[in-house]
Nanobody, 117 residues
């Protein structure tokens, strides 16, 4: 029900926009998030946007470089990634929950982002 896309190969300093398209139900009230997982590393929460008030949260590692946004009319969430670094290389996942806190219950399949130096 979540389809992530937009990954690819980009040079350091470049930008990408990831898209998470939801289907099957309306996700406008859901808490949506982007995670990433690099090889041999734990999954990391990058950004979150609430459904109730669009309040956002960013991990320190991406704050000021990444922006999460949503278009409820399109049932879609985006992650704009600027000033990309080689250490941003990972598989990126979108996730959703209809609860205000706790685990995410819906996951996209992941999209690979590779940043070359």
């Amino acid at each position: 029900q979540l389809q992530a896309s937009g990954g690819g190969l980009v040079q350091a300093g470049g930008s990408l926009r990831l898209t998470c398209a939801a289907s099957g139900r309306t996700f406008s009230s859901a808490r949506m998030a982007w995670f990433r997982q690099a090889p041999a590393k734990e999954r990391e929460l990058l950004a979150r946007i609430r459904g109730s008030d669009s309040d956002t949260y960013y991990a320190d590692s991406v704050k000021g470089r990444f922006t999460i946004s949503r278009d409820n009319a399109k049932n879609t969430v985006y992650l704009q990634m600027n000033s990309l670094k080689p250490e941003d290389t990972a598989v990126y996942y979108c996730a959703a929950s209809f609860l205000n806190y706790g685990n995410y219950h819906y996951w996209g399949q992941g999209t690979l982002v590779t940043v070359s130096s």
